[in-house]
């Protein structure tokens, strides 16, 4: 099956720098990549996915790459805020029909520091 | 629309007791899921479902069953608790097809004694 690795586990950046956090994945057939974010007490929220056939996608101060050669991708985050202190999970599905089977990363506590 | 909602949040149970987490969602979603969460080991999925009827298991499904007798519910069925089912349990769904978005619910956190 999938497997996700995700690092670093833990990281802290000063607020107004970025935070990279970056994932690699085992099955080349793994086609569509979620990034989801996790504050204390809540279940995850999607904040930007990418699909196989896209090299990056941006939304505002958040952008994912992904280089599918190399089977990884990644997650930026531009000019932190106090605010984007959260866990954050990378994902992957590997079904063909739907993204029911997601398999998670271990996650990555960002601590943004004031 | 509520979204996910699940009950109940909080529940210690003791060794050997059966119990069932709910869930229920309002969005016509086709497909359902469940994962735990544990330290260190992010979201591995229980058993999932990709419409009412039918169900099929995920990364981690000993201990636990599942049916979809309805669009909306999900329950999530601990047949005999253990404590390494210590964990907290979030349900999930999404519309069908590959890249649409998973909504997760708040989460039930249960320890097992």
């Known amino acids: 099956g999938e497997n996700v690795e995700q690092h670093p586990s833990t990281l802290s950046v000063q607020e107004g720098d970025s935070a990279v956090i970056k994932c690699t994945y085992s099955d080349s057939a793994s086609n569509y990549f979620p990034w989801y974010k996790q504050e204390l007490g809540k279940g995850p929220q999607l904040i930007i996915d990418i699909r196989s056939n896209v090299g990056e996608k941006k939304d505002q101060r958040i952008a994912v790459t992904l280089n599918k050669t190399a089977k990884h991708f990644s997650l930026h985050i531009t000019e932190t805020q106090p605010e984007d202190s959260a866990v954050y999970f990378c994902a992957a599905s590997i079904s063909n029909f739907g993204n029911e089977k997601l398999t998670f990363g271990t996650g990555t506590r960002l601590t943004i520091i004031p | 629309n509520a979204g996910v909602t699940q009950t109940p949040k909080f529940q210690v149970l003791k060794t050997g007791q059966s119990m069932t987490l709910q869930c229920a969602q309002d969005m016509n979603h086709e497909y359902m899921s469940w994962y735990r969460q544990d330290p260190g080991m992010g979201l591995r999925l229980i058993h999932y479902?990709?419409?009412?009827?039918?169900?099929d298991q995920g990364e981690v499904p000993n201990g636990y069953n599942v049916s979809r007798s309805t669009t909306e519910d999900f329950p999530l069925r601990l047949l005999s608790a253990a404590p390494s089912q210590t964990s907290v349990y979030f349900c999930?769904?999404?519309?069908?097809?590959?890249?649409?978005?998973?909504?997760f619910g708040p989460g039930t956190r249960l320890t097992v004694t």
């Open positions: 479902s990709v419409g009412a009827g039918i169900t």
């Open positions: 999930a769904s999404s519309y069908s097809g590959t890249g649409t978005q998973v909504y």
